[in-house]
């Protein structure tokens, strides 16, 4: 599995981007895919989860700003980021857990090469 993160950028505060990952490979489907960040000189922190049942979770400082969604048909997962704070600058990678080929399933997790989100005036 590979999976190529984009849609990062520079922002202002208060502005918006959406970041896409979409998953390459002979994927029947994906469990999990979420996003993860990683701020300068922090560890990498978990940022929002999209399961493949449609249940959702943020990390409590980017919930009613950030949005994940999904399209199972072409293997993506999106963040639409509104509202941008300089604290929200970090790189930013995605995640996928419980891959299936066909009808034979991996607990692996797999991560992407990350997508830099710089917010500043």
């Known amino acids: 599995v590979q999976l190529q993160a984009s849609g990062g950028g520079s922002v202002q505060p208060g502005g918006s981007l959406r970041l896409s990952c979409s998953a390459s490979?002979?994927?029947?489907?994906?469990?999990?895919m979420a996003w993860y960040r990683q701020g300068p000189g922090k560890q990498r922190e978990f940022v929002a989860l999209?399961?493949?049942?449609?249940?959702?979770n943020y990390l409590d400082s980017v919930k009613g700003r950030f949005t994940i969604s999904r399209d199972n048909a072409k293997k993506t997962v999106y963040l639409q980021m509104d509202s941008l704070k300089p604290e929200d600058t970090a790189v930013y990678y995605c995640?996928?857990?419980?891959?299936?080929?066909?009808?034979?399933?991996?607990?692996?997790?797999?991560w992407g090469q990350g997508t830099q989100v710089t917010v500043s005036s």
């Open positions: 995640y996928a857990e419980g891959v299936c080929y066909g009808s034979i399933c991996t607990n692996s997790g797999f």
């Open positions: 999209s399961t493949s049942g449609g249940r959702t």
């Open positions: 490979g002979r994927i029947f489907s994906i469990n999990d």
